[in-house]
């Protein structure tokens, strides 16, 4: 595709559950990245991929957070046992490579009831 | 503490007059600063990338300026439009061996007719 897409727009899901997000970076763009945004925030850095491993989880704000990547091309972030909390918009950015200019994803909004 | 900080968090100003955001950061070792516009419900696009060598860089009607000894960088727009209405979002580049991105909370820019 041209761009980044993440999928789905929206999530809406109830306290407890388990949810999926789903990020297509740019064709050929080894490095991908999630971030969270809150309410009036700026991004804030949960994981980066370079190829098929995780380069630099320390974002991960716990170990219900999870992502993968293992075809060094889509990722998925992985959220257990979701809390109010994490209700925030998830986005997506890849780039060619670790140094160049990060594209984001328009994000998924995620909200837990 | 957040190691890049904005202001003002808002403003409104009227179609066609100028406006300046402001940019502090405190992230070392530095490697490029960014800003970025995010439309409401999309992700953040790239206005403009700086090198700690450059102290100006334009893109149309937004010029950036960085002042790497003071930590310092501002975003003028020129001339407003009613489709500069967006979240501007200075991000700077460093701190850790991969470049990882620090983001601002970003500044608020309303444009009225």
């Known amino acids: 595709g041209a761009g980044v897409s993440q999928t789905p727009s929206n999530k809406v899901t109830e306290k407890g559950k388990y949810v999926e997000l789903r990020c297509d970076p740019i064709?050929?763009?080894?490095?991908l990245y999630w971030y969270r945004q809150s309410l009036g925030q700026g991004p804030e850095f949960l994981i980066y991929?370079?190829?098929?491993?995780?380069?630099?989880d320390s974002g991960l704000p716990n170990d219900r957070f999870f992502a993968v990547r293992p075809e060094g091309s889509v990722s998925t972030l992985k959220i257990q046992r979701t809390e109010r909390g994490d209700s925030a918009v998830y986005l997506c950015?890849?780039?060619?490579?670790?140094?160049?200019?990060?594209?984001f994803g328009p994000g998924t909004r995620l909200t837990v009831l | 503490k957040n190691q890049v900080e904005q202001s003002p968090q808002s403003l409104i100003i009227l179609e066609g007059k100028n406006c300046t955001l402001q940019c502090n950061y405190t992230v070392s070792p530095f490697s490029n600063l960014r800003w970025y516009k995010q439309d409401t419900g999309r992700g953040p696009v790239s206005l403009t990338i700086?090198?700690?060598?450059?102290n100006t860089k334009s893109n149309g009607r937004y010029t950036a300026t960085l002042d790497a000894d003071t930590k310092q960088s501002s975003l003028h727009i020129t001339a407003s439009q009613l489709s500069d209405s967006a979240s501007y979002i200075c991000?700077?580049?460093?701190?850790?061996?991969?470049?990882?991105?620090?983001f601002g909370a970003g500044t608020q820019v309303v444009v009225t007719p």
């Open positions: 700086m090198t700690f060598s450059e």
């Open positions: 991000v700077v580049s460093g701190g850790n061996s991969w470049g990882k991105l620090q």
């Open positions: 950015a890849s780039s060619l490579s670790r140094d160049n200019e990060q594209f």
């Open positions: 064709s050929g763009h080894t490095a």
């Open positions: 991929f370079q190829g098929t491993g995780a380069a630099d």
